[in-house]
């Protein structure tokens, strides 16, 4: 895995490219600290830190061949078969390096190529006889990519931080997307939190000419490829079965040794499974254990890990850890959390690291492809008491719904629950509809925004808003595939695989491989009949029920438990916030910054000193998350660690003719 | 017996306090779940609060919009149970 950056400017001078592209790739040395790399052309330069994992020897970034020069961060796990159809067509390598393989793809096929790769990708492509700038991302937005403008160029970057060391330039918040953010857990299409930043979209592709606008094609959108439909379950069942494993296989591919994250919970643990039966060899396990037995996993974890026989390795996590971590998650996440699970993430790269592993297999996004959020079942719900609003049998279910949270499994507190939840009938067809939740909850962020600002939510606008991204299938879509677009297109994007995904796995230059993601899986699940996914509320119902017998039942038939970590509880102590609390949430921060609310601030901290920490819910939790990282992301956008790469690791220094610097 | 206003202030009094918002920040005709002042936790805060402030006692046949889908409604389901 590695870190890219590029620059596209347009006036004569270009004595600054060298110096500028080599400071913003130092800014991402933690991505690939292997080596690193520069193209300096006569308007344009690329920059590359690399984590080396396929073809150590010749695999060096940025690469030229065909007019084109490559800054590439990612795998594209098909390269062995895309070469031996280009190598059909007469095309000589030279390499064995899967980047390669990106650029002469792209060179025979053009933008089509991209369609033709299975993997995780951002892009930076110089094409040198046309003068223009290729950017691309994978289809679900794995590895990132950002945009910025400034005085007159273009830049680009895997991540915003590497922005900070252009001359004056500064990130601050919008704040009406960061309202946004805090609404969804992501900005909506290619915004960002940031004024003046933006992000490329998955499965996008972007042509930069000159200072204008850039010329963007979609080569992917959930769904846009239609299936025959299986002809039974047991057959889809079966599918399902090779479908991972041929994930499982390709993912496998490495010159360096790979590891596996193992929670504990079923997706994990099928992917340990057949990792095992791919590998046929032992392999390194790792997953996080907590002090706090609310959080902790362990049980689970060991019964998997004796059942598969993997080296295990397990980091403990504690409230002090994940104070003590926290501002470094930020500074890597680079935007406002509304939970401290990343902190985990973060700390179990850096275990696989110190256990000199580069590559693991993670199992992200089983929960979006097969129906495992709660989203799901309360859509479901709602839509089967919405055909009767009068009924008193079928708000019943609201006691199935989650047996694991005491309030609502409390008798005397149904009454209430469906109080709660038939406020959601009216608003049930409308477009968000398994957002609806999430958003109402979230709606509360705004009280503790600075009232200057004058955000105000209206839900018509944030609908227009994701409705414009919507494919043209939407419409003719079932509300459950409809909500797993709105779930992959929000919180997959933008947070479990940035935030709590990529930033935290490359703080340690760890990659993250995630066979659920293998686009051939997930658009074969996605025209699978409903029932298949959520049978009942039965969640992931095809997985149990596919590898039954093959895992032990009590990794099968547990109950979910929903990956998290203390959040309050580890920042408020017996009613004090500890240190970091108050600086960052202090009366003058909160000035200095402008974006919150100062009366708020206190008024909310003020709460807790009365009430203990365990007796908090969701919002309360969220809200210090979100208001403490919100000022912490702002601090490390204003205090940019600026980092130096060291001249050994220096590889590659290509330059365009005339342009020697 | 308590009058409406004495009840709807100790009842916006209560919200302000534990949900962080001002009253000038919500409708006391419209639903607080809708308006995105409570989630399901505040409900349950809520009816507990009722319970404990004014004796009466909640039953789950109470629990409908009717009584609970603002606040202006508490206020009227107070006062006749009250009454």
Known sequence: MCGISGILRFDPDSSELRPTVTAMTAMLAHRGPDEWGVYIGKNVALGHARLSIVDLKMGHQPMAADGLVISYNGEVYNYIELREELEQHGIVFTTRSDTEVVIRAYRFWGKDAFSRFNGQFAIILWDQNNRQMIL??????VRPLFVTRWRGAWYFASEMKAFDVLPGFRRTYNIQHLFEHGLLWNTVGSDT???NIRTVQPGTVETYRDGGPPAAYRFYSLGCMPQTPPASFEEARDELREMLRDAVRLRLRSDVPVGMYLSGGIDSSVLALLTSQVMGERFKSFSVTFGDSDFDESVYQKE???FIGSEHHAAHISYDTICDNFLQVVRHAERPLFRTAPVPLYLLSRLVRDNNIKVVITGEASDEILFGYDSYKELKLLRFWAKAPQSSVRPLLIKRLYPHLRHYADAKAYGLMKLYYEDFLDTITNPLAGLNIRIRN???????LNKDHLVKYNQDDLIDKITASFPSDYDRWTPLQQNQFLEMATLLDGYLLSSQGDRMSLGHGIEGRFPYLDYRLVERAFYWPDSYKLNGFSQKHILRSAFRGLIPNSIIDRPKLPYQAPDLRAFIRDGRPVPLVEEYLSPERIRHYGVFDERFVARFLNRFTQRSAHQVGYRDN???IFLLSAQIALHCAANPQRKSLDEKLLLVDLNEPDARH | MLMEKEIQDKL???????????PDEF????SLVDQGVIDSIGLVEISAFIEETFGIKVAETDMTRHNFGSVKKMVAFIVSKNG
């Open chain 2, 27 to 30: 409708n006391l005709e419209e």
């Open chain 1, 136 to 141: 691309a991302r994978d289809r679900y937005g």
């Open chain 1, 193 to 195: 939190v940031y004024n």
């Open chain 1, 304 to 306: 998997m890990v004796s």
């Open chain 1, 622 to 624: 969220m809200m210090l």
């Open chain 1, 442 to 448: 979230n709606t509360v962020l705004a009280a503790a």
């Open chain 2, 12 to 22: 916006v009094a209560f919200i302000c306090e534990s949900f962080m918002v001002e």
